[in-house]
């Protein structure tokens, strides 16, 4: 209800999320909610533990600093990832907003390493911790905001697919569990003179070093290449399916240069007794409208088929059958027959799950297994096989 209200108060036209200001202004939102939020956790915790002299406190307090950092640095990226493209960066600065989620995740380790060793020196060096209602009322009431503040940046993340939104909902959440051990610290030191503010602050520490981490893990996957999101690879292949003339699709790579801006290339199997011209038309149809639809750069190559030969049409789908024995391979495609009499080629490519790829099986054994197999119905056919990878 709340995250609703504040969207609707300070983002105009929000329902318009693909437009690349309404969304710079959900990041903006959910950057200057997460500073105010995490400021007044920082306040109130610093001046606890201080009060308290407890280190599990005081940890928690600057780890809601380095959440407030990592906020102003979510506000940075959303402005600088969305600078047009210039001559060095020609496909725009999109993936900064990733960089500004890796520094995010950084900070909060560092946060961890920190108090991991002022942990350590509180159960060398014990101080007595002095348990205070209000305070810890207060506490308990910071848990809420915590779970209040994963909610709405996971709500703004997902409404506008930002890997650092999603990842301060993540770090949110984490902070939920750290701050409910820093709670039941400061209740138990109200019945033991064991140190275990300082054993709860080391547990609190490993938490968020932990966090940190799954933060690294999340946001570095988009900048190595990670595979494409499932429902646009099906975007695709549907969309292209849907025009005329279009009787296959093969060879998708995406490129992801930030949310919103990535560049697909495809190959599009075509009749080959078509007129050119008119399937050149399509094509560039097919181009313009799916660009646009989807939000993406899209390239489409013209594979054509032969439809009409019978015996190619024969061949390929008896040779479609052998491959069904193999189940890495997942597909086939480009399929032809060159030459003449006793003398023949068969050259197609096939598709291999990656996952067997290079693991299980080598390039140069799919395409001996493969030979096998056609040679052992038609001696007469020599195979050309090219062996793709699946990339989505």
């Known amino acids: 209800m709340l995250s609703n209200l504040l969207v609707k108060s300070f983002v105009k036209d929000n329902e318009n999320i693909q437009d690349e200001d309404v969304r710079n202004k959900y990041g903006y939102l959910a950057g200057i909610v997460g500073i105010f939020m995490n400021f007044l956790l920082f306040a109130f915790k610093l001046a606890i533990g201080l009060f308290t ?42 993936r900064l907003e990733y960089l500004s989620a890796l520094i995010v995740a950084f900070m909060v380790m560092l946060v961890g390493v920190q108090f991991i060793k002022s942990s350590v020196e509180r159960i060398l060096n014990p101080l007595p911790i002095k348990f205070e209602m209000i305070p810890f009322i207060i506490l308990f009431m910071s848990i809420l905001i915590k779970i209040w503040l994963s909610r709405f940046n996971k709500f703004i993340g997902k409404k506008i697919d930002s890997s650092a939104l999603k990842a301060a909902s993540l770090d949110a959440m984490g902070d939920v569990v750290t701050s409910s051990c820093v709670v039941l610290s400061f209740l138990a030191a109200k019945y033991t003179t064991i140190p275990v503010d300082g054993y709860v602050g080391i547990v609190v520490s490993l938490l968020i070093l932990y966090a940190g981490f799954t933060l690294v893990k999340d946001t570095i996957n988009p900048l190595l290449g990670e595979a494409p999101d499932e429902e646009l690879v099906n975007s695709i292949v549907d969309g292209l399916m849907s025009y005329d003339m279009v009787i296959g699709v093969h060879d998708l790579i995406i490129h992801n240069y930030g949310v919103g801006k990535s560049i697909a290339s495809v190959h599009a199997e075509i009749p080959s007794d078509k007129d050119i011209l008119d399937i050149h038309e399509v094509i560039d149809t097919a181009e313009r409208e799916l660009s646009e639809k989807l939000k993406i750069y899209l390239v489409i190559h013209m594979d054509p088929v032969n439809v009409q030969d019978e015996e190619i049409y024969e061949t390929r789908q008896e040779l479609e059958d052998m491959l069904k024995q193999n189940t890495y391979i997942l597909s086939m495609h480009d399929f032809r027959i060159v030459g003449k009499g006793k003398r023949k080629n068969l050259i197609f490519d096939v598709v291999v799950d990656p996952n067997e790829l290079d693991r299980n099986i080598t390039k140069e054994e799919i395409k001996a297994n493969i030979t096998n197999l056609v040679k052992s119905v038609h001696p007469e056919y020599g195979c050309i096989i090219g062996v793709d990878r699946k990339f989505y």
């Open 53 to 94: 002299s407890s280190i599990a406190v005081m940890a928690d307090a600057f780890n809601n600093l380095s959440d407030m950092a990592s906020s102003v640095i979510t506000i940075v990226g959303f402005k600088l990832s969305c600078a047009p493209p210039d001559e060095e960066h020609p496909f725009g600065h999109g």
